[in-house]
């Protein structure tokens, strides 16, 4: 991935897509979630739910394969689209292991906000309390951190081309994820506006 070319804004649509399947796994999750607590229930030691229920097996599992789902359908019929963005030419966007890379963006998102639940159970926050700064970064932290054990020369690639990419994902990662939960609430699907 070669974004030497680009602008400011081309990068910040570039990076936007790329981390599309991490950001819409969790909304996928939201449209499946609910069947199958994976802490079975159980309590942990401070007497309060491990993960709580909501973090389900139907949501982790409809969430990974949402995500994927779009991160392949961009792969295969983006490029027109993320052409008339930014207006690049370069759609080597997840690399030579790309249906792994997407993978481990739409997992490791849901990973990062199951890992966030089960602090904030730690710290006596109830299912849907807000935590606003552990919710917003959550699940972009653990998708980027998967897929840099798995292939740092492929994040490295992108994210570190100048300060472009860094203040996307810090700007934009808040306003997406809240915007996208409002639309939820909205539509009736999300308990929570946030
Ligand atoms: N969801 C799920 N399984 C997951 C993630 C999400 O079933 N692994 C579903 C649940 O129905 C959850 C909803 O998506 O209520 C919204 O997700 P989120 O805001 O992450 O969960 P909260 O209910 O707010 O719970 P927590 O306080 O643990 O974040
Ligand atoms: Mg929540």
């Known amino acids: 991935m070669d974004l030497t070319e680009h602008s400011f804004i081309q990068i910040f649509f570039i990076v936007l897509w790329i981390m599309m399947p991490a950001y819409l796994a969790n909304t996928f999750a939201v449209l499946t979630g609910g069947k199958y607590p994976i802490d079975q229930g159980k309590m942990h030691s401070d007497g309060n739910r491990i993960l709580g229920d909501g973090k389900t097996w139907s949501g982790l599992i409809g969430g990974t394969l949402g995500g994927m789902l779009i991160g392949y359908l961009q792969i295969n019929y983006g490029n027109y689209f993320i052409d008339k963005l930014a207006n690049s030419s370069n ?89 996208v939960n409002i639309i939820g609430y909205k539509l009736g699907v999300k308990n929570e506006p946030w």
Request: aromatic share 18%; net charge negative.
């Open 91 to 179: 759609y080597d966007f997840w690399g030579e292991h790309s249906l792994i890379i997407i993978f481990l963006l739409a997992f490791g998102a849901l990973l990062g906000d199951m890992t966030a639940s089960f602090f904030k159970r730690r710290s006596k926050l109830n299912r849907g309390d807000k935590s606003p700064i552990l919710d917003m970064f959550d699940f972009i932290g653990m998708a980027l951190f998967l897929t840099l054990i798995f292939d740092f020369e492929w994040l490295k690639s992108w994210i570190l081309e100048g300060y472009a990419p860094i203040f996307t994902l810090l700007i934009a990662t808040p306003i997406l994820h809240r915007g």
